[in-house]
């Protein structure tokens, strides 16, 4: 069972910036993609972002892209997710998630283990 604990959300103007942290404590945690999804209230959970094993292939969802950026640090386990131009519709629940597979994909479907979730808050 991978645990994954997400943390850096809070709230921030339109305009501001943030960093998501993905942290584990698995110690095979290169060896799984990790993704980035987020669900705001009353709408289904979206693909945001996703990147690889070795981090050097990332996806991102057409609404983040130019904005956001996802990059992981193996030697520390985590993953990050950060935000820069934020919008009010960026506000939602954030979640990370693990995938076996050596390339990420967009389909929830796919990924084994999931975090709590950080809540993000874009102010207008």
């Known amino acids: 069972q991978v645990q994954l604990v997400e943390s850096g959300g809070g709230l921030v103007q339109a305009g501001g910036s943030l960093r998501l942290s993905c942290a584990s404590s698995?110690?095979?945690?290169?060896?799984?993609?990790i993704g980035w999804f987020r669900q705001a209230p009353g709408k289904e959970r979206e693909f945001v972002a996703a990147i690889s094993r070795s981090g050097i292939t990332s996806y991102y969802a057409d609404s983040v892209k130019g904005r956001f950026t996802i990059s992981r640090d193996n030697a520390k386990n985590t993953v990050y997710l950060q935000m820069n131009s934020s919008k009010p519709e960026d506000t939602a629940l954030y979640y990370c998630a693990a995938d076996r597979s050596v390339l990420p994909g967009q389909d929830a479907s796919r990924y084994d283990y999931w975090g709590q979730g950080t809540l993000v808050t874009v102010s207008s």
């Open positions: 698995e110690r095979t945690f290169s060896r799984y993609a």
